[in-house]
């Protein structure tokens, strides 16, 4: 088969995939623009460029993680398989379908928990990570303003426990671990992303909001605070809570970071001053 061939059959999906995020785009801005409007705070507003490399991101972020990671998790399937003991997956495998998505969402939050931190906490990957943090006014698009390896990276992960254990594989039954673990994930993600000065009072205990995540956009101090994505008991249990009653005055990074979406995705190859 030649190469054309391949990219011609590859084509119609590529383009239903386009079609369908488009959609989800219209819904979102439909949601999320008036209630940020009315309840987020007010900002001076974002650039055409920045707004077209969000509008990037939002794609390529939707498009390239599975592509890139349908190998290694089929790889991570195989060797859990043959290193696991049977009794492991066999357990697992006997629990009713509601306790399996239980478990693995709880799996994979704590996988992404630390993925997440890692990203801070270990420079290199932190190059990549920075991207998402270089977002100076918080929206609704500034979660899906990832660089794809900082997206990899923190799949990864959330999705290689599942995958070990057996809770996430081939098959309808174990496709639903990880698709409902990154559904869930994206969805609540654009959520506290946005411009919402909303508090919950003590749901805050239970889920991630706009004002946890918020702090952990913040420019200064709290910066390596609040790595959880929906359970911010993570972030208590491994010391790294912080959400107090008011809001962080400025969020992004310190380092200069290209606007363009093709500046942000060379931006962690480069160096400092061949970004300014």
Same mark, same amino acid.
């Given at each position: 088969?030649s190469?054309?061939?391949t990219?011609?059959m590859?084509l119609p999906?590529i383009?239903v995939?386009?079609?369908r995020?488009g959609l989800?785009l219209v819904?979102?801005?439909?949601?999320?623009?008036?209630?940020e409007r009315?309840?987020?705070?007010r900002?001076?507003?974002?650039s055409r460029t920045?707004?077209?490399?969000?509008l990037?991101?939002?794609?390529?972020?939707s498009l390239?993680?599975?592509?890139?990671?349908?190998?290694?998790?089929a790889?991570?399937?195989?060797a859990g398989?043959?290193?696991?003991?049977?009794a492991?997956p066999a357990?697992l495998?006997a629990?009713p379908l509601?306790?399996?998505?239980?478990?693995?969402?709880?799996?994979g939050?704590?996988?992404?928990?630390?993925?997440?931190?890692?990203s801070?906490?270990?420079p290199?990957l932190?190059?990549y #990570?920075?991207v998402? &943090? /270089?977002?100076?006014?918080?929206?609704?698009?500034?979660?899906?303003r *990832?660089? %794809? =390896?900082d997206?990899?990276v923190?799949r990864l992960?959330?999705l290689?426990p599942?995958?070990?254990?057996?809770?996430?594989?081939?098959?309808?039954t174990g496709?639903?671990a990880?698709v409902?673990?990154?559904?869930?994930?994206?969805?609540w993600g654009?959520?506290i992303?946005?411009n919402?000065?909303w508090?919950f009072?003590p749901?805050?205990w239970?889920?991630?909001t706009?004002?946890? #995540?918020?702090?952990h &956009? /913040?420019?200064?101090?709290?910066?390596?605070?609040?790595y959880?994505? *929906?359970? %911010? =008991?993570?972030?208590r249990?491994f010391?790294?809570?912080?959400l107090?009653?008011e809001?962080p005055?400025a969020?992004?990074i310190?380092?200069?970071?290209?606007?363009?979406l093709?500046g942000q995705?060379?931006?962690?190859?480069?160096?400092?001053n061949e970004?300014?």
């Amino acid at each position: 088969m030649s190469l054309l061939h391949t990219v011609q059959m590859q084509l119609p999906g590529i383009a239903v995939d386009v079609l369908r995020l488009g959609l989800w785009l219209v819904l979102l801005s439909v949601i999320f623009v008036p209630l940020e409007r009315y309840f987020g705070e007010r900002h001076a507003g974002r650039s055409r460029t920045e707004l077209f490399s969000d509008l990037g991101f939002y794609f390529l972020s939707s498009l390239l993680p599975a592509i890139l990671l349908a190998a290694p998790l089929a790889l991570v399937a195989v060797a859990g398989q043959r290193l696991l003991p049977d009794a492991i997956p066999a357990t697992l495998a006997a629990l009713p379908l509601w306790a399996k998505l239980l478990l693995g969402l709880l799996i994979g939050e704590v996988g992404t928990y630390w993925g997440h931190r890692l990203s801070h906490e270990i420079p290199w990957l932190w190059r990549y #990570h920075a991207v998402h &943090h /270089s977002t100076e006014q918080l929206y609704f698009l500034a979660n899906t303003r *990832t660089h %794809p =390896v900082d997206m990899v990276v923190t799949r990864l992960f959330g999705l290689t426990p599942l995958y070990l254990l057996g809770l996430a594989g081939p098959g309808a039954t174990g496709s639903a671990a990880p698709v409902l673990l990154l559904l869930l994930g994206t969805v609540w993600g654009f959520f506290i992303h946005a411009n919402l000065r909303w508090r919950f009072g003590p749901l805050e205990w239970l889920v991630a909001t706009p004002a946890f #995540h918020h702090w952990h &956009h /913040s420019k200064l101090e709290h910066i390596n605070r609040n790595y959880a994505s *929906t359970l %911010p =008991v993570l972030d208590r249990l491994f010391g790294t809570h912080h959400l107090p009653r008011e809001w962080p005055s400025a969020c992004g990074i310190e380092a200069v970071m290209p606007r363009t979406l093709t500046g942000q995705l060379k931006a962690p190859f480069m160096r400092q001053n061949e970004r300014e």
